[in-house]
């Protein structure tokens, strides 16, 4: 007979399976970092470990997980941006001019969506490259689904100049391996 730490601990190693690529997937699309996303994957999953009990226990566990990711993507992210404003100003007084992408070139889905502020991104991706609906995006993100409707609609009009003539939905879901 079993004890309860030890069905805790199958439970969580089943969801654990089950939701690890998923979760290192959506902090690449979050990020635009593959390196970065096997290691927010596991970070979100030793934070849920550690408060498993609250977990299995919320309605929508899968949910709750892809928040913890989304959150530490957010954090990751801001992060990255300061860093980057910390060397702008360091380097400030360098007189080298770097141009933007080149536009008129095929643009690669994840560039774009790397150019979308965060919540924007967070939307597109869990709606587009997930197929969550807008109430399960919106559960994820904290967010109402007026929010995430006006988010979603807002960056796919931005991708979609983003990307030229291309659509960038199709490309968003067809680029799916």
């Known amino acids: 007979m079993g004890t309860s730490a030890d069905d805790a601990t199958a439970e969580f190693h089943a969801f654990f399976e089950r939701h690890h690529a998923e979760l290192a997937r959506l902090a690449h699309l ?8 096997d290691d927010l994957a596991a970070d979100a999953l030793l934070a849920l470990w550690h408060r498993w009990d609250r977990v299995r226990a919320a309605q929508h566990p899968a949910a709750y997980a892809r928040g913890v990711v989304a959150n530490l993507a957010r954090s990751r ?12 100003l360091f380097w400030s007084q ?22 979308l502020p965060f919540r924007k991104r967070a939307c597109v991706v869990l709606r587009h490259a997930f197929d969550l609906s807008e109430r399960e995006t919106a559960l994820t993100l904290g967010v109402s689904v007026g929010t995430v409707k006006s988010q979603t609609s807002k960056a796919m009009a931005q991708l979609q100049q983003l ?15």
């Open 77 to 88: 992210v801001r992060s990255a941006v300061r860093e980057r404003r910390r060397v702008a």
């Open 163 to 177: 990307l030229g003539t291309r659509d960038a939905a199709s490309e968003l879901v067809g680029g799916r391996n």
């Open 30 to 37: 979050l990020t635009g970092d593959a390196d970065a996303a």
């Open 94 to 115: 360098r007189s080298e001019h770097t141009e933007g992408p080149d536009v008129a070139a095929v643009v690669d889905v994840r560039d774009a969506l790397r150019r």
